[in-house]
């Protein structure tokens, strides 16, 4: 007998969304239509057992597909996010306990010079540790204009986009061994840049460049450094951007070709495919575009 045909998946949600808006940070549980990060489709294959993952933005949107989707192929995670995010966090976490796998809660603000090497240091201290590193947090604002764009605004999209990266990279690097692997969240706008977020997109296109000069750098010591590009994906990011209007929000995505913006679990699956070495052994230095039908060379 022939095994039934399994299920369709339930269609991606289109815009228009509701008109909403959000105070920043933003919680994922307040956003509607609820992000999909749980991935039924997905089979796991233990990619990355015994592994231990350090996420930052893990709280939520992108963050919270990957820990999950990490806890399911077998890695122990810690998690780092702002305090105000603490309810969301406590969700994932509960979502990669459920999953059979280790959470470790680090609340902090990356903007503090001192906090990536304390989340280093508590990983190790939890786990003995660090296998994989994912920079994932990130801070916007649209802006009408660069007029518009304080130092004071610059300096925190760098300092959390950027700043934090680096610090982070440059704290875990000593507890890495070879097998590892290092993944930044970039964006669309660090390819084609955005009118409305200059700085953000700046950021963006510095994490696709330090990722290509530390991927070079590591090949020696075995560990892999790249980046996902994403194009929109439905998140708190959005929702809780000052300059973004509920009437904007309610159309978000929808000029992308696919008419839609991605879920959260339609991105994670890359972050997987980047960290296992099963999967991407001989790929180091890569920008891996996620963007829903938009291309490009660069």
Not at 162 to 182: D, E, K, Q, S, W
């Amino acid at each position: 007998m022939s095994s039934p045909s399994p299920r369709p998946a339930a269609p991606e949600p289109h815009p228009p969304f509701p008109k909403q808006h959000q105070v920043a940070p933003g919680a994922e549980s307040k956003l509607e239509p609820a992000p999909r990060y749980r991935a039924p489709e997905y089979k796991a294959a233990g990619k990355l057992n015994d592994k231990v993952a350090l996420i930052t933005g893990g709280d939520s949107g992108i963050g919270r597909a990957v820990a999950v989707l990490f806890a399911r192929e077998g890695a122990s995670l810690a998690l780092n996010y702002l305090e105000e995010e603490q309810a969301d966090a406590e969700v994932t976490c509960r979502e990669v306990e459920k999953a059979g796998a280790k959470c470790l809660l680090l609340p902090g603000d990356l903007t503090d010079p001192g906090l990536c090497d304390q989340l280093v240091r508590r990983t190790v201290k939890q786990y003995r540790r660090i296998d994989i590193l994912v920079s994932n947090a990130a801070h916007q604002e649209r802006k009408k204009s660069l007029e518009a764009l304080t130092d004071e605004e610059l300096a925190y999209t760098f300092s959390t986009n950027v700043f934090a990266y680096v610090r982070l990279a440059r704290a875990a690097l000593p507890h890495m061994r070879a097998g590892g692997a290092i993944i930044a969240t970039s964006s669309e706008t660090g390819i084609f840049g955005s009118e409305q977020l200059p700085d953000y997109s700046a950021t963006k296109g510095a994490i696709n460049a330090f990722t290509k000069s530390l991927a070079q750098s590591l090949i020696e010591r075995g560990i892999r450094v790249n980046a996902v590009a994403p194009g929109p994906v439905w998140t708190p990011l959005n929702p809780s951007d000052a300059g973004l209007p509920p009437e904007g929000v309610a159309k978000f995505g929808q000029s992308n070709p696919m008419g839609r913006p991605a879920q959260p679990e339609e991105v994670a699956p890359a972050y997987v495919f980047l960290a296992s070495n099963a999967d991407s052994s001989y790929i180091t230095g890569t920008v891996l575009q996620v963007m829903g039908g938009e291309t490009t060379g660069g």
